[in-house]
T-cell receptor, first 117, second 114 residues
């Protein structure tokens, strides 16, 4: 149990275009999902917290108009990188928060590698 | 505020030898602690977690970790390394009061020598 998927796994796009990444919790409902960015050989950096039915909460320094997050259902959150530029190239990973009684655990998707040319 | 420090960005062990990955945390409240493993070009897989029950936590793939409050540590061990253990390992802490956000350590890359 606790499977999280991401689509696409890899995407290459031209500078100036927008890219949408989907994150789905396949076997549980998640009112909260998280979006991370990981640079090569680095740890994960939290970008934003995605809450079902409400606006996302962005971490300091993350442009909310650049990285649009929508969490329209209990199993789907999307991250749209708008007007992508080469510096947006990175590995984007989502996680979904699973609540089991008093325990809360984040389960991660396999990641999406974005390359902006 | 919570923080995590992983001592050693790289660890090299021989196959069959003990694996020890160190993690120290800082948290203003009793924390939840996690170890995740990441294989190349993949997401993170949960190895084990501490959520205020038993201080010695057993996880998947033969790993275990011990929560020591007095030392603010949550070190990860495996008695005998296998080639398939070569990966990046992340220690993380979360606080419910912080919205369940995970704060990650810098990661430790494990190399297993035959």
């Amino acid at each position: 149990g606790a499977v999280v998927s991401q689509h696409p796994s890899r995407v290459i796009c031209k500078s100036g275009t927008s890219v949408k990444i989907e994150c789905r919790s396949l076997d549980f409902q998640a009112t909260t999902m998280f979006w991370y960015r990981q640079f090569p050989k680095k740890s994960l950096m939290l970008m934003a917290t995605s809450n079902e039915g409400s606006k996302a909460t962005y971490e300091q320094g993350v442009e909310k108009d650049k990285f649009l997050i929508n969490h329209a259902s209990l199993t789907l959150s999307t991250l749209t990188v708008t007007s992508a530029h080469p510096e947006d190239s990175s590995f984007y990973i989502c996680s979904a928060l699973r609540l089991a009684g008093a325990e809360e655990t984040q389960y991660f998707g396999p990641g999406t590698r974005l390359l902006v040319l | 505020a919570q923080s995590v420090t992983q001592l050693g960005s790289h660890v090299s062990v021989s196959e069959g030898a003990l694996v020890l990955l160190r993690c120290n945390y800082s948290s203003s409240v009793p924390p939840y602690l996690f170890w995740y493993v990441q294989y190349p070009n993949q997401g993170l897989q949960l190895l084990l977690k501490y959520t205020s029950a038993a201080t010695l936590v057993k996880g998947i793939n033969g790993f275990e970790a011990e929560f020591k409050k007095s030392e603010t540590s949550f070190h990860l061990t495996k008695p005998s390394a296998h080639m398939s253990d070569a990966a990046e390992y992340f220690c993380a802490v979360s606080e419910k009061a912080a919205g369940n956000k995970l704060t990650f350590g810098g990661g430790t890359r494990v190399l297993v020598k035959p």
